[in-house]
Structure formats: structure tokens, C-alpha cells
């Protein structure tokens, strides 16, 4: 069993920055894909970005160029740097990691989500 808590969410102004935090139980080393989620108010589910345990990296074209996802192993976290948010970046924003051993399918982790809300 894996445990994800997010943290780093608030209230910003369109423009502004936030960064978020996503905490793992296990060495992310042992995770094969960590991504951030979001889902707005009638609105499904949407991946923001994910990075693989080989580093590769993919975004959503919605925020690609303003969005940055790292890593850091020796912590077991994965962030999200956020820069010049929009209002349409409002959403709950969830951490996932994704684990697949040997054949067997793949096992999806949430978090609990945290709160993000650019005004306007």
C-alpha cells in the first residue's frame, strides 16, 4: 500500500505562483509513473504532468512552458511548480503514482487532493 499527501495549495491571483507537494510512503524509486491530476467543478478528471522513474516528462499542452514537475528521491516527493496562473487552472489537484510489477496490471495510488484557486 502507498500513501500520497499533498500539500501547497491555496488562494493566488491570476499571475501568481504556487508550488505543490506530493509525499509518497515508499521510495518513489519503486513508483514507475508519478503525475498530477486536476478536476474542476463539473469536470472530469484531467493529468496536468507526469514523470516516469526514467525522468521522462510529458505535460498537458494547457500548461506546458508555465507548469514544472521534479522530482526529489533522497525526500520521496514529487512538486509541481506552478507559475502564472489562470483562473481556468482552478481545480482540486491530486498526486498518483502508478505501479506495475513484473506481468501483473497496473496499481493507480491517489491522494487526497488539495485546493487550488487562482482569482481573477
Known amino acids: 500500500q502507498v500513501q500520497l499527501v499533498e500539500s501547497g495549495g491555496g488562494l493566488v491571483q491570476a499571475g501568481g505562483s504556487l508550488r505543490l507537494s506530493c509525499a509518497a510512503s515508499v521510495s518513489i524509486f519503486s513508483i514507475n509513473v508519478m503525475g498530477w491530476y486536476r478536476q474542476a467543478p463539473g469536470k472530469q478528471r484531467e493529468l496536468v504532468a507526469l514523470?516516469?522513474?526514467?525522468?521522462?516528462?510529458n505535460y498537458a499542452d494547457s500548461v506546458q512552458g508555465r507548469f514544472t514537475i521534479s522530482r526529489d528521491n533522497a525526500k520521496n516527493t514529487v512538486s509541481l511548480q506552478m507559475n502564472v496562473l489562470k483562473p481556468e487552472d482552478t481545480a482540486v489537484y491530486f498526486c498518483?503514482?502508478?505501479?506495475?510489477?513484473?506481468?501483473?496490471?497496473?496499481?493507480?495510488?491517489w491522494g487526497q487532493g488539495t485546493q487550488v484557486t487562482v482569482s481573477s
Open positions: 514523470i516516469t522513474s526514467g525522468d521522462s516528462i
Open positions: 498518483r503514482a502508478d505501479i506495475r510489477r513484473g506481468g501483473r496490471p497496473t496499481v493507480y495510488y
